[in-house]
């Protein structure tokens, strides 16, 4: 197996420069995006076309079912792809879960304690419904990343084509790991810059990415500091009065939306928020104090076509970050578990496997 440092370098050294077309019809999800990105060797935008052709129609079918009910698991599916890329590369290793009595898994990491239940659920529904349809051939990580990819789709973004062909990873890094690879909601921009450099990102990628809080909700204790013992300066007031009822102490366990203006919706609200000084978090706020990120931001908010190419694409590269591909990692029977410790679920699934297997 190759280690994670070495895969990340290979990332970064990877060469393969395709063009293709990145805003897709829904009807054709995979076809070659217009900018230019390079892709990690091992993957490709046909991946399953022949072991799976139905594999994306199954996620998105699915989804749209769940989003109906509740459209907030679109951003707990996004944030898990996120959690997932950043720590150890898109290997699915967020999904695994840890043993009871080991010293901790990477979903015991602070980060990932408010990722949602339920994100881990309908992830491990779809890996049933594409097994029953084709056996043992998506991997979780690629479903992960449909997943996220229909989910900014869904909620009235982007929709692109996603390179897959992601194998899953044997193992999960520690919480120490885990947090060391998450950047804090505390942090500054410049610490957030530096942090995402070294994974390859450029600050209009990370002024991009960011723009994942156009959805989704916050719990109290992720931003509270900016409000007590003193609250931030840069704050809006009425943002700030209003943050404080819904969080009346440090420790409060209220949530809030991350974005006022359209919680539920994948636009650029978000950055015209951070021109309204109601960012939630620092490291959004700060995006729009920061000189080498404040035109970024600006741009986004008065454009958003311009956000949806710009996201794609740092998406695109976030989603192959340090990925296993080949002979490396495995595809998993069960999302939450490494295949090797999952003996009697694979055993029950071996009569439909085996064909499938064999192309691997
Ligand atoms: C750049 C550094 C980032 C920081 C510091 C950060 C931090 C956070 C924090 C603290 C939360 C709220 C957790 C809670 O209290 O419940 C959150 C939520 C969220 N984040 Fe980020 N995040 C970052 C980047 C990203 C990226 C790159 C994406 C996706 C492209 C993303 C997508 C989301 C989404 C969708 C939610 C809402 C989740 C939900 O409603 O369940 N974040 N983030």
Same mark, same amino acid.
């Given at each position: ?94 999904? !695994?879960?840890?043993? $009871? ?12 304690? $408010? ?21 043992? +051939? +998506? ?30 990873? !044997? ?9 060391? &690879?998450?950047?804090?909601?505390? @942090? &500054? ?44 300066? +840069? ?26 203006? @359209?919680?539920?919706?994948?636009? &650029? ?10 960012? =939630? ?23 958003? @076509? ?14 192959? =970050? ?5 002979? &490396? ?18 055993? @029950?699934? +071996? ?10």
């Amino acid at each position: 197996m190759v280690i994670p440092s070495a895969r990340s370098t290979f990332f970064l050294l990877i060469s393969s420069l395709l063009v293709v077309s990145s805003l897709v019809s829904a009807e054709n999800y995979n076809q070659e995006p217009e900018f230019t990105v390079p892709l990690a060797k091992g993957l490709s935008w046909s991946f399953y076309e022949n072991s799976c052709p139905q594999a994306e129609d199954i996620v998105r079918t699915q989804l749209k079912k769940v989003f109906k009910e509740d459209i907030g698991q679109a951003a707990g599916l996004l944030r898990l792809h996120f959690h997932d890329c950043f720590v150890q590369g898109c290997d699915g290793s967020v999904l !695994l879960d840890g043993s $009871t009595s080991g010293p901790g898994d990477e979903q015991d990491a602070i980060p990932n304690l $408010t990722l949602r239940k339920k994100a881990f659920e309908i992830v491990n529904d779809l890996r049933q419904r594409i097994h029953k349809k084709c056996g043992r +051939v +998506v991997s979780c990580s690629d479903i992960v990343a449909l997943a996220a990819r229909d989910s900014v789709a869904l909620s009235g973004g982007p929709d692109y084509a996603v390179p897959l062909g992601r194998k899953d990873g !044997l193992t999960f890094a520690t919480p120490n790991v885990t947090l060391a &690879n998450l950047p804090a909601p505390f @942090s &500054n921009a410049s610490t957030i810059l530096e942090a995402l450099a070294t994974k390859g990102f450029d600050p209009t990628d990370v002024v991009a990415l960011s723009g994942g809080h156009t959805i989704g909700i916050s719990h109290c204790t992720s931003f509270t500091r900016r409000l007590y013992p003193t609250q931030d300066p +840069v704050m809006d007031k009425t943002f700030a009065k209003d943050l404080k009822e819904i969080c009346p102490k440090l420790d409060s366990n209220g949530t809030t939306v991350l974005d006022i203006r @359209s919680p539920n919706k994948f636009d &650029n609200k978000y950055y015209v928020d951070l021109m309204n000084r109601q960012g =939630l978090f620092t490291s959004d706020q700060d995006l729009y104090s920061y000189k080498k990120t404040k035109d970024i931001v600006t741009s986004f908010a008065v454009d958003e @076509s311009l956000f949806y190419e710009k996201f794609v694409i740092a998406m695109t590269k976030m989603g192959q =970050l340090s990925v296993l591909t080949g002979k &490396n990692g495995e595809i998993r029977a069960n999302c939450s578990a490494r295949n090797s410790d999952n003996q009697a679920y694979l055993a @029950s699934l +071996v009569d439909d496997d085996v064909e499938s297997l064999s192309e691997f």
